[in-house]
């Protein structure tokens, strides 16, 4: 069984926003690049990589971030951050556009790491994933091929996500609020599944998100597709508050990411209890309400244009 680790850094100017700048970002990126597992690196093509420090496995793929996906719907989602008046503006993706683009984009990273690779799984791990990583102890995985047998994807998902599944509902006026639905800092998937995973994701944008004025990040859109039940062969790895580097402690063996709820977390969640059981159902997503016939209609008018 082979994983290989896949991961990527682009300056979209957050450093005006909240001084991570690429310099500190690069720093981060050499720790995490410290995790035994072989890397595939995304990186503009004028990025400077000479900072960079590579173990002998691992590999810089250069792709411009105008050629990624979420890029090309640019105008529009700029658009709709500017003008929403519904939007949480405390969080990045509703003050630094380019933000939102890029997080949103490690899926069609995953995709084309698909094709830089034959390894069976692959591991996103964020640049900065580093300031997680708990002690892997002897950096050996954990985890066997038989573990990972049937899993398209694996993630953590958090308090939020398993609410509204507990409700059967998650009201679509939510999207723009940026609740954590899953730890997005890593994830796990099947390079086979890789390029239907994206292909979700870019559908929901396109076909729903943006043409009714939605946007947010992508562990929403995340969490919306699994609780929608459009992720088949999805597994939960554990539901907790959020954050940590959850699927590499699952790897190694790491002890279980086990921070408590704060109490802000707490009021969130019970003020979200109120207004998920509210909300109309003909307002909500509702499970297995994926449209997996129009999805599969749009791949293929994909593959023949």
């Not at 890397?39 to 496995?57: N, Q, R, T």
């Not at 990583?133 to 990972?148: E, F, R």
């Not at 019970?270 to 109309?280: G, I």
Request: hydrophobic residues 40%; proline residues 5%.
């Amino acid at each position: 069984m082979k994983i290989v680790a896949v991961t990527g850094f682009y300056d979209i100017g957050r450093a005006g926003y909240d001084n991570r700048t690429p310099e500190k970002y690069i720093g981060w990126l050499n720790q995490t690049l410290q995790i035994p597992l072989p890397f595939l690196v995304f990186l503009d093509p004028g990025f400077d990589a000479s900072g960079i420090v590579l173990k002998a496995e691992d590999r810089i793929i250069r792709v411009p971030r105008s050629d990624l996906t979420m890029f090309g719907h640019g105008e529009k989602i700029r658009e709709i951050v500017a003008d929403s008046q519904t939007v949480n503006r405390r969080d990045i993706s509703f003050n630094v556009p380019e933000y939102g683009m890029i997080v949103m984009s490690k899926l069609d990273l995953m995709k084309r790491a698909s094709k830089e690779t034959d390894a069976d799984f692959l591991l996103w791990a964020d640049a900065g994933v580093c300031r997680f990583i708990p002690d892997l102890g002897d950096g050996k995985l954990k985890v066997t091929k038989a573990d990972l047998e049937g899993m398209n994807f694996g993630l953590s998902t958090t308090l939020h996500l398993a609410q509204r599944t507990r409700i059967g509902k998650f009201p679509r006026r939510m999207v723009g609020r940026t609740l954590a639905m899953m730890s997005a800092e890593d994830f796990i998937v099947a390079r086979s599944f890789a390029q239907e995973l994206s292909d979700r994701m870019d559908f929901l944008v396109q076909e729903e998100w943006l043409p009714a004025g939605l946007w947010d990040n992508e562990q929403v859109a995340i969490g919306t597709l699994l609780f929608r039940g459009a992720l088949p062969g999805t597994r939960i790895i554990q539901t907790h508050v959020g954050g940590g580097a959850n699927t590499l402690r699952w790897l190694f063996g790491a002890e279980p990411y086990g921070r408590k709820p704060p109490l802000y977390v707490r009021w969130r969640i019970l003020l979200d209890e109120f207004r998920t059981r509210q909300a109309p159902k003909d307002q909500c997503y509702l499970p297995g309400d994926f449209p997996e016939a129009e999805f599969q209609s749009w791949v293929q008018s994909r593959a023949t244009t």
